[in-house]
Every structure is written in structure tokens, then in C-alpha cells.
């Protein structure tokens, strides 16, 4: 079983910058395809971002490429994702998801642990 605890969402202002985390427990994370995850209010969840398991493959939805960076510390078991220049349109709980087996994706139905979520706001 992977736990997973999302931390570090908050309030900021239009083009502030903020550095999510996810803590992970359980599981070998290493072994994990971690990605991050996004919902605004009234709207699916969507991708944002994935990792692969050393780090060596990103994927970023194309409305955050160039502002948002994932990556991860496997001897701490540790995901983060580094937005900048956040924009209003950013506003979401934000989910981290570990994928079992598998390479690095979009689709939330392939990831196997969710954590309960961060919520970013960010005001103009």
C-alpha cells in the first residue's frame, strides 16, 4: 500500500511562484511513475505533469510547460512540482498519483495511489 501526503499549496499572487510536495510511504518509490494531477472547481481532473522512476523522462501539460517543473529525490521519497509565473487559471486541489507498473502517462486512470489533494489559489 503507497501513501501519499501532498503539501505546500497556499494563496499566492499572479505571477508568484510556488514548490509543491509529496511525500510518499509504502511501496518502493523508486519503482513508482509519479505524476501530478490538477482539479479546478466545476471541472475534470486533468493532467499536469509526470516522472519517470530515475527522473529521466518528463511529460507536462502544455499549458504549464516552460513554468512548471516536476521532479523528484528518491533517497527521500519525495515528489515535488515547482510552479512559477502562476497565473489565475492555475487555481486547483492538486493530487499526487504513484503508477505501479507501466512508463511514464497522462491518463489518471493508470495511476494506482492518489494522495487527498493541496489547494493552490492564486489571485490577480
Known amino acids: 500500500q503507497v501513501h501519499l501526503v501532498e503539501s505546500g499549496g497556499a494563496l499566492v499572487q499572479a505571477g508568484g511562484s510556488l514548490k509543491l510536495a509529496c511525500a510518499a510511504s509504502?511501496?518502493?518509490?523508486?519503482?513508482?511513475?509519479m505524476g501530478w494531477f490538477r482539479q479546478a472547481p466545476g471541472k475534470e481532473r486533468e493532467f499536469v505533469a509526470t516522472?519517470?522512476?530515475?527522473?529521466?523522462?518528463?511529460k507536462y501539460q502544455n499549458s504549464v510547460k516552460g513554468r512548471f517543473t516536476i521532479s523528484r529525490d528518491n533517497a527521500k521519497n519525495i515528489l515535488y512540482l515547482q510552479m512559477n509565473n502562476l497565473k489565475p487559471e492555475d487555481v486547483a486541489v492538486y493530487y499526487c498519483?504513484?503508477?505501479?507498473?507501466?512508463?511514464?502517462?497522462?491518463?489518471?486512470?493508470?495511476?494506482?495511489?492518489w494522495g487527498q489533494g493541496t489547494q493552490v489559489t492564486v489571485s490577480s
Open positions: 498519483a504513484a503508477r505501479l507498473a507501466g512508463s511514464t502517462t497522462t491518463l489518471a486512470t493508470a495511476y494506482d495511489y
Open positions: 509504502g511501496g518502493t518509490f523508486s519503482r513508482h511513475v
Open positions: 516522472i519517470s522512476r530515475v527522473g529521466s523522462v518528463t
